[in-house]
């Protein structure tokens, strides 16, 4: 199996164990064959086996990537640590998130809050009730469903970095750190001790 770099858009097809890329006026078309081919078995994850050496190719064209896509709006400086506050913490008043998220301006963080709100994965609401009028944000379903993301974050730091989260440096599963039945759902549990 041969790897050509191409700068073109190239799409996708598959027929019969071939994967076929077409683009403008050329087409390249991969076999894979498994007697020829050296094929090296990564570890047994809880996502299965992953082969190593081989790419993940996508079954639909693809016009941009999804997690450049997503990092073009979650990867900002601050956003994560925001959305971590306004979920986690409950912090949702403009004070609190300023206050909670350490080196964050004030500019900034009505920058990111702004964008967020743009993008729909927050929503503004007014208490008219009280005077000054109080604002406060809250995750929209949009934000919710990042809630996986942050969790994933959780879990490879207190995997892998617990030497600075935690004040005995022992790693930890995420189902030690949150025993509620109800997250599971949300994150991947990064097991602790196992190889």
């Given at each position: 199996m041969r790897t050509i770099v191409c700068k073109r858009k190239l799409t996708l097809i598959k027929q019969d164990g071939e994967q076929k890329y077409t683009g403008r006026r050329t087409s390249y078309t991969f076999v894979y064959l498994p007697i020829i081919r050296k094929v090296v078995m990564a570890e047994h994850t809880q996502f299965g086996k992953w082969v190593e050496e081989n790419p993940l190719i996508p079954s639909v064209p693809i016009a941009s990537c999804p997690i450049a896509t997503t990092l073009g709006v979650l990867g900002k400086k601050w956003s994560l640590l925001i959305l971590r506050d306004i979920s986690m913490?409950?912090?949702?008043?403009?004070?609190?998130?300023?206050?909670?998220?350490?080196?964050?301006?004030?500019?900034?963080?009505?920058?990111?809050?702004?964008?967020?709100?743009e993008e729909g994965i927050?929503?503004?609401?007014?208490?008219?009730?009280?005077?000054?009028?109080?604002?406060?944000?809250?995750?929209?379903n949009k934000g919710w469903d990042a809630l996986p993301i942050l969790m994933s974050y959780f879990a490879f730091g207190s995997k892998w970095y617990a030497r600075n989260v935690y004040s005995d440096k022992k790693p930890r599963e995420v189902e030690e750190v949150f025993p509620q039945r109800q997250l599971r759902q949300s994150f991947v549990n990064l097991e602790i001790g196992k190889k």
């Open positions: 913490r409950k912090e949702r008043r403009f004070t609190e998130l300023l206050n909670s998220v350490n080196g964050i301006t004030r500019r900034v963080l009505s920058m990111r809050l702004h964008e967020l709100e927050i929503k503004r609401s007014v208490d008219k009730s009280e005077r000054p009028f109080k604002i406060r944000w809250q995750l929209t």
